[in-house]
């Protein structure tokens, strides 16, 4: 499995994966050091630099990368299943080209724009594309059906979920809130929160 992404949703991710599925080997694509370092602590066992999406990435899959005359590489073969855990358009699309054919593509970050897609690598491969949003009730094997919010809630000691969250601002300190959370991954936080107390 690949994760593109590994701000606050790309390791909630990472640690899902990990905890609640037998999700076997867990590729992330991490841009920051902190980000990198914490994918590693949550489960993922390897870890890619965003410049080696058409590189290392594809060759640890055991997949081959081809540059076409025009528009981005082509990866034969790939992960059955990658996360997209961005929201931005070229990390979708790089979603789709490093999924194996007849794998599955989940778009997991919320997108901030709008895209144009190419759908090649969709059509091509019979890769199905799936979004996750927000809660519902998860139904696992042999269990009473939860609340993804409570199965949440149970795992957050576990991977010491407080170790995540910081810096902390007062409201009056809005400004420096939102500058702190527009420039998080290159200042070493995960999840910038205000402090009511």
């Known amino acids: ?5 590994a701000g606050n949703i790309g390791l909630f991710t990472v640690a899902a994966l990990r905890r609640l599925t037998e999700a076997g080997r867990i590729l992330v694509v991490a841009k920051h050091e902190r980000q990198r370092g914490e994918a590693l602590r949550l489960g993922a066992d390897e870890v890619f630099h965003p410049g080696e999406v058409y590189g290392a990435l594809p060759e640890a899959l055991g997949a081959t990368v081809h540059k076409p005359e025009l528009g981005k590489p082509v990866v034969l073969g790939g992960a059955e299943r990658v996360f997209e855990c961005v929201g931005s358009p070229g990390t979708i699309e790089d979603a789709t080209r490093l999924c194996a054919p007849s794998g599955e593509v989940m778009l997991v970050g919320m997108p901030g724009a709008r895209s144009s897609l190419d759908l090649t690598p969709l059509w091509h491969g019979e890769v199905r594309l799936t979004g996750a949003y927000a809660y ?3 139904e696992r094997l042999g269990e009473e059906p939860i609340k993804s919010f409570e199965l949440a809630l149970r795992m957050a000691p576990e991977i010491k979920l407080d170790s995540l969250v910081g810096p902390r601002f007062r409201l009056r300190e809005y400004r420096e809130a939102i500058a702190a959370a527009r420039a998080s991954g290159r200042r070493g936080h995960v ?3 205000f402090d009511h107390r």
Do not use: D, Q, T, Y
């Not at 499995?1 to 992404?5: E, F, I, Y």
């Open 1 to 5: 499995m690949v994760v593109l992404g």
């Open 191 to 193: 999840k910038v929160v």
């Open 136 to 138: 519902g009730i998860e």
